[in-house]
């Protein structure tokens, strides 16, 4: 499961736990952007920070694991030089996915090499508010959609700029991700 993870909150690991369920993954394993090479509207955090939030979050989850594949990589985070590592790591019977948001599938055009991308893996596009099934079907070609699996989830009405803004607000964010997390966030001072 790629993402910025900026930070991450309950929609992510109840996309997470959905994914695992339905397909009969054997492991998630959650990896935050090391260098996202798509232009944020706000200044990423460093992705060490983001790291050890995807870690206190999933630690309680036996089938999760957090990986250090693309902060440890230099350059852009690609998914499809990330899947290519799995793959020779885990050999070519293991079956992977990537699981990420409908919303960041609509955009797969714009990602580097998708072709290659969907050579190694299968895509779970993980439905969330505002972003329909709809707009996926539009923007993905017949081969795309034929290696791609939509997964509704229950509808968690969160996201990470939210939590970015009420953390900068001084709101609470207790319910909206993790309480290490949460604690996390407020012990460094992070999005004021």
């Keep these: 499961m790629g993402g910025t993870f900026d930070p991450i909150h309950f ?3 109840v996309a997470a736990e959905e994914a695992r369920a ?3 993954l054997d492991r998630v394993i959650f990896v935050p ?7 944020k509207s706000y200044a990423v955090t460093a992705a060490e920070r983001r790291y050890e ?5 999933t630690v309680s989850n036996s089938f999760f694991e957090t990986s250090r594949i693309e902060i440890d990589r230099p350059g852009p985070s690609y998914s499809v030089d990330t899947m290519r590592a ?3 790591r885990l050999g070519i019977d293991a079956k992977l996915y990537f699981i990420t948001g409908v919303d960041a599938l609509t955009e797969i055009a714009t990602w580097h090499d998708p072709e290659k991308l969907l050579e190694l893996c299968e895509l779970i596009a993980v439905t969330r508010p505002g972003y329909e099934a709809e707009r996926l079907r539009a923007a ?3 081969q795309m959609l034929a290696r791609t699996h939509l997964l509704a989830i229950p509808r968690v009405d969160v996201s990470s700029t939210e939590l970015r803004e009420r953390a900068a607000a001084g709101q609470p964010l207790r319910y909206l991700t993790p309480e290490p ?7 460094r001072g992070l999005y004021r």
């Design 11 to 13: 929609g992510h690991l």
């Design 22 to 24: 339905r397909f009969s």
């Design 33 to 39: 952007n090391g260098d996202p090479p798509h232009k």
């Design 53 to 57: 939030m995807v870690v206190l979050a």
């Design 86 to 88: 799995f793959r020779e």
């Design 140 to 142: 993905l070609t017949s």
């Design 181 to 187: 997390v949460v604690r996390y966030i407020e012990v």
